[in-house]
């Protein structure tokens, strides 16, 4: 049974700082690239940051500089560094992996709200 399972959410203050964990577990395929994407209310899902097995990032405009993504290939692990986050930032975040011919993998979501 596939899983990605995340932690790490909550409430934070504006300024304050968070760090996500997602470790996925019952895939077949290599993994060769994972990521957080997150969705807020009324709006739909994007990016955030994604890391290649190979320790290339991505990063959406919108966290570059703020945020930090990081992975254990072997515990396929990723992990969401958030630091001086700010109101917008609140959202559902959900892990993401992709593995060799392209098959794509999603976590339940983990809450991240930021009070102002």
């Known amino acids: 049974q596939v899983q990605l399972v995340e932690s790490g959410g909550g409430l934070v203050q504006a300024g304050g700082s968070l760090r996500l964990s997602c470790a996925a577990s019952?895939?077949?395929?290599?993994?060769?690239?994972m990521g957080w994407y997150r969705q807020a209310l009324g709006k739909q899902r994007e990016l955030v940051a994604t890391i290649s097995t190979g320790s290339a990032t991505n990063y959406a405009d919108s966290v570059e500089g703020r945020f930090t993504v990081s992975r254990d290939n072997g515990r396929n692990t990723v992990y969401l560094q958030m630091n001086n986050v700010i109101p917008e930032d609140t959202a559902v975040y959900y892990c993401?992996?992709?593995?060799?011919?392209?098959?794509?993998?999603w976590g339940q979501g983990t809450w991240v709200t930021v009070s102002s």
């Open positions: 019952g895939i077949a395929l290599p993994i060769i690239r």
């Open positions: 993401h992996a992709q593995t060799v011919l392209t098959r794509s993998y």
